[in-house]
């Protein structure tokens, strides 16, 4: 993989601001002592603007350093796997469907529906190994944050794409 200095700055900056995202606003749900945050938002446009490994890595990085320092350790592995592949599989999705300028849209909606997805399945998966049948309480919660999510992410990437680099980095060829 070669390294663009542009794009790796601009996945730091998505890595903080995915953990900022997370962390700024914390809605407790009830079963598992977790919360519903903004930061899947974050995690979808990951995807979408830096590509499937580059938005792995950031989406990744910053929402498990949330859980990280938020003090929930336990989730952090899986934090990291679960977000990584929300931005992974939006970076194809977005490829593959955002072929004109009005598309683009839809690939970030099939994201934001592939955080949906992943987000309440495989909480849902590694908490039912940690709670048991407790697990089944954070499911609507976890929809709750992914169609919040598909939502938000769909009102911040125009705002993103006024960005010239931004813009050009999301441009499904670079992906």
């Known amino acids: 993989m070669k390294v663009n200095t542009k794009k790796l ?4 900056l998505f ?18 002592g977790g919360y519903i945050h903004p930061g899947d938002a974050i995690v979808i446009l990951c995807g979408v603007i830096l590509g499937p490994m580059w938005g792995f890595l950031a989406a990744g990085i910053g929402s498990c350093m949330s859980d ?12 990291f796997v679960i977000k990584g ?21 839809l690939g970030v909606a099939a994201g934001g ?4 997805i992943f987000v309440a399945g495989g909480y849902f998966i590694c908490e039912y190994f940690m ?3 407790g697990a089944f309480s954070s499911i609507p919660a976890n929809l709750i944050q992914g169609v919040s999510g598909l939502i938000l992410s769909l ?12 813009k050009h980095m999301a441009t499904p060829h670079h992906i």
């Open 68 to 79: 990280l320092l938020g003090g929930y350790l336990m989730y952090v592995p899986i934090t």
């Open 113 to 116: 529906i592939l955080d949906i």
């Open 155 to 166: 009102v911040l990437y125009p705002i993103l794409m006024a960005v010239p680099e931004v």
């Open 9 to 12: 700055i601009l996945a730091a």
């Open 15 to 32: 890595a903080a601001l995915s953990c900022v995202a997370t962390m700024s606003i914390r809605i407790p749900t009830p079963g598992t």
């Open 131 to 133: 709670y048991g049948a």
């Open 85 to 105: 592949l929300v931005a992974f599989s939006s970076a194809f999705a977005y490829q593959k469907l955002g072929k004109t300028e009005k598309s683009r849209y």
